[in-house]
């Protein structure tokens, strides 16, 4: 790094508190603190509140910098400070004036979203908050609770939740006869996939309803051929690595209709269930990534598991003749 080189400003963790001797430097040779990053699509302000760089933050609007600038996807400053739970950055920037409930993302403002974190008492007394309504916040503890029902969960193979579709008519699309893939015991299912000559899924119902296809041998749950034709006759599948990887796969009716990222900032058109699900939160709620990309795959299709009941129910074992993902061009 070049210190007054504006491509120095473009790193994504320039603006830390580590690098504020640097920071002064560049400021005091002309940098514009309120500059826009075109490479970032935000300003240094907003840099640092998701860093929690206090110190940044605080030479920057001594600088001039604007407290409440907005950046390319309509958030402020503050609203990073609270997407990623930095407490005194929040502090900070709202006794310098920052707006706690001017609108940011899908008409939310950074104030409403810490109303449903440990950060509530930071907002809760402020001038202008609004009353949550009970039902709402009933409806945030629920799923919450289930975010953290699944606490335990550490299975790293690939899974995937079926709503709004039978068992039967599962192993059916997949090109089977339920009739010929008769449920099998966990001791017997291992023996079978490594006699099986096909690509096979372990398909199971759980307590509550839904349907769970789990990854056997040489196929994935998410591929989209099976998302394809498991959703094609209707019916919803949501499926992950939800102990490796933030992402969720979501069909519907024949069609990939998104993959979301645990982490990715949430948009004007970012579905309700990835707001409950604490999708965008990068620090500001204690749930962790799988345990969110579980509770939206529950959300989306009903269907709720624990990991004992994924190694100790019966499933079917189901052959499954679909072309790969590569192959499908």
Known sequence: MTVGDNEWAEDAGAWHDSNLTEIRELLEGGFDPGRQLPWLRSTPLHQA????????????LASGAAVDPVDADGATPLWEAVRHGHDEVVKLLLAAGADPWRPCIAG????????????AGLFADLPGAPRISPRLRELQDTVDAMMFSYETYNEELCVAFVGGVSEEDVVRRLG???????PLEASELRRAEQDSRMEVLRVGSPPGGGVVLFQADGILPVQDGVGRTVTSGGGVLAGAFPFASPSV??????????R???????????????????????????????ERALSL?????????TEEWLWSAPMRLVPVTLRRADEDG
Do not use: K
């Open 49 to 60: 509140a998701q860093e929690g760089a206090v110190g940044v933050i605080e030479l920057l």
């Open 108 to 119: 939310r403002s950074p104030g409403v979203q810490a109303l449903f974190t440990d950060m």
């Open 176 to 182: 089977s006869v339920p009739e010929l893939c008769p």
């Open 249 to 258: 796969d979501i069909w519907r009716d024949g069609v990939a209709v998104a």
């Open 260 to 290: 979301p990222s645990v982490y990715e900032q949430l948009t004007d058109t970012s579905m309700m269930e990835l707001w409950m699900c604490r999708f965008g939160d990068c620090g500001a709620h204690p749930s962790t990534a799988t």
């Open 297 to 305: 795959m529950t959300l989306l299709t009903s269907t709720y598991i």
